[in-house]
């Protein structure tokens, strides 16, 4: 009897920390070569490990025996970049998950009530939520059929919060409880109910929702998914005041969040509203967390946006007896327009576009644009030599590449970088090529005609 006693003694801890695993097939199998595994936290994705891929598509993914799975939000990555190709799934250190990724599909889980009970929840709010858009596209008024949709919609919520009890994913299925009216509604008056009770079941405090992508699509859909088109603008910011509300005292959360709003917007091209971001809110975060990066990164942008007065520099000028005189770029006169071009001598891209904008500048009035050209770059022995072949531009060198002053100032994040400006300064356009500066500043030119 002792002996039996001590020899379970000695496998309960082997037993305690039994190795999980998540195993897969991907398709079609020639697409991909490894899977990566990363745990999802409020701020980051913490790598965890990886595993090849076979011929047949298959993987599986060891945890780690020695210590025990962290129960949570995991993500596993197939190609690069890595934030485009992924998918998420629970990990509760309790069972080992399977299942099956088509590029075209999606996931389906095969093995893993956690993600297979969160799988069907999804599948089936959606269902009750196609019957909903059917029911209001009809725009017939049917009271009866109406509640039916209804109270289905809100016993199948209350038959999954009981499916799902002591499990991680009842911390998902809660905070989704959709907005359920006790009477019926028009679409307007159900799209406005809706709308104000969006956060109403979500807590930003939750852990199991800060370390996964719940509260960041959700409030990246309210953001983007509410908007009265007819003041875009301001919709955006009400929306994106609502969403600081909610999210309440979760710094770590509310950072990230806003992190991602400001780089959609910023992708977007809207400006005002990257802008509204960072001087509202996403700045004073930074400043607070000793972010340096990201605060340069929101200053910048605000100081290069459309309508600012261009950061100014020094710029060595040269007149007909090769003297140098050293001039701003605010006390500059001598045309209507300035054309700031970032560039660098080893950028293909540069290297085509450069002799197109001297070319063309050539066949523009005396007085209609002067380009500054500022090379991002090491070597200046090699600028130099080149700027020979551009006798009418503006040269400076900008030492140190990435790390160049005037380039942060402008927020350049490539070359070639172009910015348009005015006769006082102010940046007027910031085309992505010559392709597109070429027809605007035509098209400049001849509206500055008619006016």
Not at 105 to 123: A, D, I, W
Not at 418 to 436: G, Q, R, S
Request: charged residues 25%; contains cysteine.
């Amino acid at each position: 009897m002792t002996k039996r006693l001590l020899f379970l003694f000695a496998i309960l801890p082997a037993m305690l920390l039994a190795q999980h695993s998540v195993k897969g097939t991907f398709t079609p199998a020639e697409q991909f070569n490894f899977a990566f595994l990363y745990r999802v936290t409020a701020e980051t994705s913490l790598f965890v490990t990886n595993a090849e891929v076979n011929e047949k598509g298959a993987f599986e993914l060891k945890l780690d025996s020695t210590k025990a799975v962290i129960p949570g939000t995991y993500r596993i990555v197939y190609a690069q970049p890595q934030e485009d190709y992924n998918f998420d799934l629970i990990l509760n250190g309790k069972e080992d998950v399977e299942l099956q990724f088509d590029l075209e599909k999606g996931v389906t889980f095969v093995k893993s009530q956690e993600n297979k009970l969160y799988k069907s929840y999804n599948r089936s709010i959606a269902l009750v939520n196609r019957s909903i858009r059917n029911y209001y596209g009809s725009q017939k008024e049917d009271k009866k059929g109406f509640k039916d949709i209804f109270d289905i919609l809100k016993r199948t919520q209350q038959e999954f919060e009981k499916a799902s009890e002591g499990m991680i994913v009842q911390n998902f299925i809660k905070a989704c409880k959709p907005y359920i009216p006790s009477k019926h509604e028009d679409v307007s008056t159900f799209s406005n109910n809706v709308k104000a009770n969006y956060f109403k079941n979500i807590d930003f405090s939750n852990k199991q929702l800060q370390n996964s992508n719940f509260l960041i699509s959700n409030a990246v859909n309210y953001v983007f998914g509410f908007v009265n088109e007819n003041s875009k603008e301001a919709s955006y910011m009400e929306n994106v005041d609502t969403v600081v509300k909610e999210i309440g005292n979760n710094p770590k959360v509310k950072k990230t969040i806003l992190k991602i709003l400001w780089n959609k917007f910023v992708n977007a091209k809207n400006e005002t509203l990257a802008n509204y971001v960072a001087s509202n809110y996403l700045l004073a975060i930074a400043k607070a967390t000793a972010d340096k990066e990201l605060a340069d990164n929101l200053i910048y942008f605000e100081m290069a946006s459309l309508g600012k007065t261009a950061p100014d520099f020094a710029i060595e000028i040269k007149d007909k007896e090769n003297k140098v005189a050293l001039k701003k770029l605010s006390e500059l006169d001598t045309a209507s327009h300035y054309l700031v071009i970032f560039w660098n001598t080893t950028c293909s891209h540069c290297l085509d576009e450069m002799p197109k904008l001297r070319d063309y500048t050539k066949t523009l009035e005396e007085g209609q644009l002067q380009v500054v050209a500022v090379a991002l770059d090491t070597d200046s022995e090699r600028w130099r030599n080149m700027t020979y072949d551009y006798p009418d531009f503006y040269h400076v060198f900008g030492e140190g590449k990435w790390e160049n002053e005037i380039g942060n100032r402008y927020n350049a994040q490539g070359t070639p970088s172009y910015f348009i400006l005015d006769k006082d300064k102010t940046i007027v356009a910031k085309p992505y090529d010559f392709t597109e500066f070429k027809p605007y500043f035509e098209n400049l030119l001849k509206s500055n005609k008619e006016n």
